[in-house]
């Protein structure tokens, strides 16, 4: 019992590692959209790669990045945000980074363990979510274990 007891903890803390390490990682991309680049430059770009629509859709990935980063850091709404951080991340693989496999080479291998670990994040469920701290979540987290 106290050895179940103890991967159960030691899963929800490396569970934790991984959202704020994977949020962290989409809240400094959206940083960089807002406030390195700013989002008329974010807005250029999107449109010299060839994205459709590119004012729209810089501005929904950064909103995206940051709100599901977040989202994903304190653990709130965590299959929403991890379904709308992969579905970014995938529209980025097909309209930005489908010519090669290696980032390197412009391909699509960052984007595309980005979009697996949002979905993994956003639906693995863990005890130490800011909704599980306001008793939001207990039953969810505990049927999780």
């Known amino acids: 019992m106290w050895k179940v007891a103890m991967q159960h903890s030691l899963r929800d803390v490396m569970n ?28 250029e770009g999107f449109g010299a790669m060839g ?12 909103l ?7 989202a994903l ?5 965590l299959p929403v945000a991890g379904a709308l951080l992969a579905l970014v991340m ?16 412009g391909g699509f291998e960052y984007v595309l363990v980005l979009a ?4 993994a994040l956003g639906f693995s ?6 909704a599980a701290a306001f008793g939001k979540d207990r039953g969810k987290a505990e049927a999780a274990s």
């Open 16 to 43: 934790l590692i991984a959202r704020v390490v994977v949020g962290g990682t989409f809240v400094a991309h959206a940083y960089q959209k807002f406030a390195i680049n700013g989002m008329g430059a974010t807005v």
């Open 116 to 119: 697996a670990a949002s979905l």
């Open 73 to 77: 850091v304190v653990g709130v709404a």
């Open 90 to 105: 995938l529209g980025a693989l097909v309209l930005a980074h489908s010519s090669a496999f290696f980032v390197a080479n």
């Open 51 to 62: 994205i459709p629509l590119p004012a729209l859709a810089a501005w929904f990935t950064a």
């Open 64 to 70: 995206v990045e940051l709100l599901g980063g977040l």
């Open 125 to 130: 469920g863990s005890r130490f979510t800011l």
